[in-house]
Structure formats: structure tokens, C-alpha cells
């Protein structure tokens, strides 16, 4: 069975930085795109970045550029969020999520890790 | 940025009744080059991650019962769930997945009546 499991989640300051990993298991990691989805307490589902198999096309959210980046090590069947810059409106649950439908980036995500939480507080 | 808006905010159905929720585009998600919409709907129950529904707004996903019908194309789409059962309660949301980036609506609450 297709597995995410996230991790780096947590307690930090504002301004400070934090770095997400999600780790896949049972599929051709690097055929697929990667994405990171959050979801603030209560609140709904916002995609925040996405990554293609062969990471030539990245895109965020207007609400992270510049703070958060997105890569992937094929090599250790592995997606990152690096966040600087944290503000108490980050906090959310992040999720990572793929298509094994097909490998192109614009395609539904069939599966969905559990998240990980992150917390922006002094 | 592609908006999208459902509707309603919330729905309550009695058990066995039908319920419909409306998903809107600020902008087409129809690609004339494949003739496909990109558009899926999820399911979230609390405490679990999303669970795709349907992709190309009316393929549905392996597993996902016939209950459950997606229709639609260009801005306007729907999911309905022709006889709601019990464990149907959740938040729904649909998401464009046909330009970055890839926005979801606010989410329709499904209680039972």
C-alpha cells in the first residue's frame, strides 16, 4: 500500500524556521509529483506548494513565496518544506499528498499522508 | 488565482434523502486540448486526511460508493449523494487542479436532519 508519513512538525517562535518531511513508502517515488496542503484548526484546505517528479516545475502559494521552499531527494524517497519566516498564521496541520494516478503535477491527489502539526507561537 | 466557491456552507439531509452540494469556478478549469476538467472533490470525517471522491470532476475513485455522483464542466459542478447514509457525515470540498495555485473551496458541512 502507498504510504506518506509526515514528520518536523512543532512548537516554534515567529521569525524562526522549521523543515517538514514527508517520507513515501510502496510506490516509484519518483515518478510522482508532491504537494504540501495545510489546514489551520477549524479552518478549511489550502494547497501550499507543489513539486514535479523531476523538480523542473515548482509552484507556491502567494501566502508562503519567499518564505517556504519545496524539494525532494528521489534518492531517499523523500519531500521537504523548508519554512523560514513563521507567523502565527502558519500554524496548521500540513499534509503531503501525490497522484499515482499519473505522473503529471496537474492531477487529483489519491493519497494523503497524515500530517504533521505546526505550531507559530511565542 | 482561481476561486472557488461552494455551496451551501452546510447542508442537513434526513437518512436516505438526497443531497447536493454546488461548486463554482471563478474561471474555467475546462483544458480544450484533452477536453478534461480539472476538478476534484474530497472528503475529510474529522481527524483523518482528505479522501479523493472524483477527479476529472466525474471519474470516481476505486473504492468510492455509486451513491456518490460528480457532474459538471467549464465553472459549475456538483456532487451528490443520492440516498446519504450515516457515515457520508463530513466536510466536502472541491479543488482546481488546472492552474496553480491549485485552490479548494471553503468546504460544505454534511450533517444528517
Known amino acids: 500500500e502507498v504510504r506518506l508519513v509526515e514528520s518536523g512538525g512543532g512548537l516554534v517562535q515567529p521569525g524562526r524556521s522549521l523543515r517538514l518531511s514527508c517520507a513515501a513508502s510502496?510506490?516509484?517515488?519518483?515518478?510522482?509529483?508532491l504537494h504540501w496542503v495545510r489546514q489551520a484548526p477549524g479552518k478549511g484546505l489550502e494547497w501550499v506548494s507543489g513539486i514535479s517528479y523531476n523538480s523542473k516545475s515548482i509552484a507556491y502559494a502567494d501566502s508562503v513565496k519567499g518564505r517556504f521552499t519545496i524539494s525532494r531527494d528521489n534518492a531517499k524517497n523523500s519531500l521537504y518544506l523548508q519554512m523560514n519566516s513563521l507567523r502565527a498564521e502558519d500554524t496548521a496541520l500540513y499534509y503531503c499528498g501525490t497522484s499515482t494516478h499519473s505522473s503529471d503535477y496537474h492531477d487529483a491527489f489519491n493519497v494523503w499522508g497524515q500530517g504533521t502539526m505546526v505550531t507559530v507561537s511565542s | 488565482d482561481i476561486v472557488m466557491t461552494q455551496s451551501p456552507d452546510s447542508l442537513a439531509v434526513s437518512l436516505g434523502e438526497r443531497a447536493t452540494i454546488n461548486c463554482k469556478s471563478s474561471?474555467?478549469?475546462?483544458?480544450?486540448?484533452?477536453?478534461?476538467?480539472?476538478l476534484a472533490w474530497f472528503q475529510q470525517k474529522p481527524g483523518q486526511p482528505p479522501k479523493l471522491l472524483f477527479y476529472?470532476?466525474?471519474t470516481r475513485e476505486s473504492g468510492v460508493p455509486g451513491r456518490f455522483i460528480a457532474g459538471g464542466s467549464g465553472t459549475d459542478f456538483t456532487l451528490t449523494i443520492s440516498s446519504l447514509q450515516v457515515e457520508d457525515v463530513a466536510v466536502y470540498y472541491c479543488?482546481?487542479?488546472?492552474?496553480?495555485?491549485?485552490?479548494f473551496g471553503q468546504g460544505t458541512k454534511l450533517e444528517i436532519k
Open positions: 510502496e510506490f516509484t517515488f519518483d515518478d510522482y509529483a
Open positions: 476529472w470532476a466525474s
Open positions: 474561471q474555467s478549469v475546462l483544458f480544450n486540448s484533452d477536453s478534461k476538467n480539472y
Open positions: 479543488q482546481q487542479y488546472f492552474n496553480t495555485p491549485f485552490t
